[in-house]
């Protein structure tokens, strides 16, 4: 059973695209984040959820919209795709917010071409 | 807010000798440290974590921290490496703000 799992974990598409990833934890847990890993690794929190509220928005294009229709599900969904969009976005959860061993998923290496 | 810097950017390394990863962090308020390894391909997996207690922390795969207040370092170290070691290592920091803030990671390559 994977723990945290994100679908897909390959997406090639055009420039203008409107695309979603899709996240669900199993472990119970209160709080899910998105993570974007860049180019360089360089690993940066976007957003952060707890119990489906909105805790954590980073300086992320409002182009990205998180939505969570419950505390185990937490999709991010991206409009008008650009070329700088190519990344690793992993999602994460923990039981609470702060002081807890966060838990990743396996990663969707988005391509925007 | 905090913040990590790690210090070395790759760090190549013979098999079964020993290897060091050094990690300093800021901050203003108590942290929780922690050191995550990042296969090929794969996402992040946790090796072991500084909530509190004991400053020396075991994790898996024969890897252990040294949590140093007053130098503010969490280092990884392991005695004995292996091929399959060879991965990036993140160290990260959270602090009051329930943020996870990594650092820029260290390729550890182990060469036979």
């Known amino acids: 059973d994977t723990a945290v799992s994100q679908t897909p974990k390959y997406l090639v598409t055009q420039m203008g695209n409107d695309k979603s990833i899709k996240c669900e934890q199993n472990?119970?847990?209160?709080?899910m984040y998105w993570y974007k890993q860049d180019s360089k690794k360089f690993l940066k929190i976007m957003f952060s959820?707890?119990?489906?509220?909105?805790?954590i928005n980073e300086t992320v294009p409002n182009r990205f919209s998180p939505k969570s229709p419950d505390k185990a599900h937490l999709n991010l969904h991206i409009n008008s795709l650009e070329l700088g969009d190519s990344a690793v976005y992993f999602c994460?959860?923990?039981?609470?917010?702060?002081?807890?061993?966060?838990?990743f998923g396996e990663g969707s290496w988005l391509t925007v071409v | 807010a905090q913040s990590v810097t790690q210090l070395d950017s790759q760090v190549p390394v013979f098999e079964e000798a020993p290897v060091e990863l050094r990690c300093n962090y800021s901050s203003s308020v108590s942290v929780y440290l922690f050191w995550y390894v990042q296969y090929p391909n794969q996402g992040l997996q946790l090796l072991l974590k500084?909530?509190?207690?004991?400053?020396l922390v075991k994790g898996i795969n024969g890897f252990e921290a040294e949590f140093n207040k007053s130098q503010t370092s969490f280092h990884l170290r392991k005695p004995s490496v292996h091929i399959s070691d060879t991965a990036e290592y993140f160290c990260?920091?959270?602090?009051?703000?329930?943020?996870?803030?990594f650092g820029a990671g260290t390729t550890v390559t182990v060469r036979a």
């Open positions: 959820y707890n119990n489906k509220e909105l805790i």
């Open positions: 500084y909530l509190s207690g004991s400053t």
């Open positions: 990260a920091v959270s602090g009051g703000d329930y943020k996870l803030s």
């Open positions: 994460a959860s923990s039981p609470q917010l702060g002081g807890n061993t966060i838990y």
């Open positions: 472990l119970g847990h209160d709080t």
